[in-house]
């Protein structure tokens, strides 16, 4: 196998950090969903079919390294450059794939967090568009000449389709899908009633999809050369580049959002969107019988003096102390059912014992989007 040029080599290093740094961050996102949250969704197990593309992305990038990507077309051993445009082939549509299923995923998030109708409506018609367009783009790669082999053999009969036209017409198509997907979500996270801190850091997260379109348009510059360049090996390596960090910086931002329990754990309160209530049901008189207390630990007993007013909130008893004696045992009479009734037909000189039993309401990690949502109308 031949040895990469400096120029290759470099091209693969930046892809190598990207991939491994895409690698990372949904890491970090499947523990956050699958442990700490302890709900994957579709949208969770989508970004890891992108990731294995991104992966095989990688794969073919390391093959034209070695068969001399970077070189000039005309110091390339012919043997060499036929397994380079193989290469380069299958990675079209592994890069289309990656990008495709990684937008899929954003749009899936945004269908689980924003569950309005109208939101939904409007993610169902952007995952349509998506599977259809993807299709398109994933099909024409694979066939982009008939026969497939004349793609790096062009001596071969057959037809090929314009690559320029559809290189850009798809790559146009992305960005806008990037726009899309960067301002979909802030008309709906700017309304939200949270403290500036926490909507401005929520959108923050969303907003890091600019750094894709930033990529985007990166790339599509690069195709601009590579489409008027006579030495495509040579120049090809800016293209192979910026598609490997558009597809890796992808999934990082789309994988953000969704480590927001492990970033709160790591920063606390800086994206909380809770709001804490130390709430509870008011006294009204003997004869009340319920009261919730939210946010409280611990646990209360009291003693009282009949008349008092203490209610009853828990298993209630009254040691009547005329009944203390050396030879009897105290009669215990039970107030939880009727206490009203009891406390107007007992006797003076008794003692009541409640037993408060304060329950704490601990916010907890099962959706981390619970509270969001809670913000979120129609």
Known sequence: MAIGVPRGRNALAVSAVFTCLATLLTAVRIYTRAFMVKQMGADDWTILVSLSFSWAFFGLFVGETAYLMGEHFEQIPQSILTKQMICFWASVPIYQASLITTKGSMLLQYKRVFSTRRMRLACYCLIGFLGVWGAWTFISAWLNCVPVAKFWNDSLDGY??????????????????????????MPVLKKLQLPSRQKLALMGIFALGAFVLVTSILRLQSLLVISDSKDSTYDNVG??????????????????????????????????????????????????????????????????????????????????????????????????????????????????????VSQESVASPQDEYSSLKGLIKD
């Open 160 to 185: 090929c389709l314009d690559k320029k036209a559809l290189w850009f017409s798809n790559s146009a198509i992305h960005i806008f899908t990037d726009i899309l997907l960067l301002v979909f979500p």
């Open 239 to 356: 293209a192979a580049t910026w598609s490997a960090v558009e597809c890796n910086i992808a999934i990082i931002c789309a994988c953000l959002p969704a480590t927001r329990p492990f970033i709160s754990r790591l920063i606390p309160r800086f994206f909380s969107t809770a709001k804490s209530k130390n709430t509870s049901t008011p006294y009204s008189g003997p004869t009340a019988r319920q009261s919730h207390t939210t946010n409280l630990t611990g646990f209360r007993a009291s003693v009282a003096g009949r008349g008092t007013g203490g209610g009853t909130f828990g298993p209630s008893h009254c040691y009547n102390m005329k009944s203390f004696d050396d030879d009897k045992k105290p009669i215990i009479r039970d107030y939880g059912k009727d206490d009203d009734k009891v406390i107007s037909s007992s006797p003076g000189g008794e003692i009541r014992v409640t037993t408060i």
